[in-house]
């Protein structure tokens, strides 16, 4: 039996994000036969309007799985027991790539920056210049934890140099921040289908460079579901996946990278910045401070600090309940201690707006006196 479901709530959350309607409706499309003409059809187009997003000419995949399932195919096929892999974290995502090297068994070398902060490309160089045995560098670009993004193109220009595969996430960034897979040098790029494509939850996608088949075809098959050999030789026989993938995801991840494309990613990229310059402004204005570096924040999700007295649960508890909107917590060691606004994929300049009255409503009903920070995002809005 179906609950009632609170389908009203803006998700203001950092993914997963509000889904348009024709992407909603294209899932009520008939059941296909995986192994058909018309599924091969749809599935090659949905990868190629995937290629254009991630700006790369390089292959890519469809994974039925959540982004972490694409971060985990990126390190079991090129990571071996004992080889020696970069991670760079400043956040829950970054060790989350951690964890997973870690399961397969390798040899790691963390570069860990202050939550909040970001990594810097020097560090990298002074690191691979002393380990030019390391065979992968993992990075997240946006780092959804803390609101905090990776400069991934300097990064990669330095990676570019040495043996190391560049793997790179960016699940709370394509389709919103400015990816350009080729162009960055990244040979292994991961993202999800639930945040900046605004499509449902469900999908993954990895992109593959030719240095990186080079390494993947010697490295031990460690996952079976995950073997990317297996998704290779599938689709370039007869364009399909190797088990069955979920149709209806794919139809509506083929609608919402339309509609991604449509915009334009140079349009998607200026209007999640201005999102994130309103969110930033209007906060600000209200006496609240943010959680990231100011050098370092990110487009898609704004991270905040809670001021002395105000309780996350009721915070939140109040935007949900009362507002009708959902904004993030913190994870991890910042649990409690900060809250996350996310404006990415569909979020438009009224989400903003709304999002901010209601913050500036709850916190006055939690005794803070806050006011302005509608005001000051009207105006950033407005230029
Ligand atoms: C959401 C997210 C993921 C993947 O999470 P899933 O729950 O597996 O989809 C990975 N990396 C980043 C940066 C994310 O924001």
Redesign the pocket.
Known sequence: MMKKLDYEKLLMI??PTMVPNTVLTSMANPIIGHRTKDYGELLEDTVEKMKNVFMTENDVYLIT?????A?DMAISNTVDKGDKVLTITNGN?GE?FYNICNVYGADIIRLENEWGDNAKPEQVKEILEENPDIKVVTV??????TGAKNPIEEIGNIVKDYDALYIV?????LGGDYVNVDKFNIDIC?T?S??CIAAP?GM?AISVSEKAWEIIKKTETKSFYLDIMAYKKRYDSKKETPYTPSVSLTYALNEALELVLDEGLENRFKRHEKLAKATIGGLEAMGIELFAKEWARSVTVTSAKYPEGINDSEFRGLLANKYGILVAGGQAQVSGKIFRVGHMGEAREHHILGTLAAIEMAFNELGLKVDGGVDVAKDILRM
């Open positions: 950092p993914g799985g959540s982004g972490t399932s971060m995502f989350r997240v670009h946006n780092e959804t934890s996430d960016t699940v709370s960034s991961v999800g639930q945040k939850p993954a």
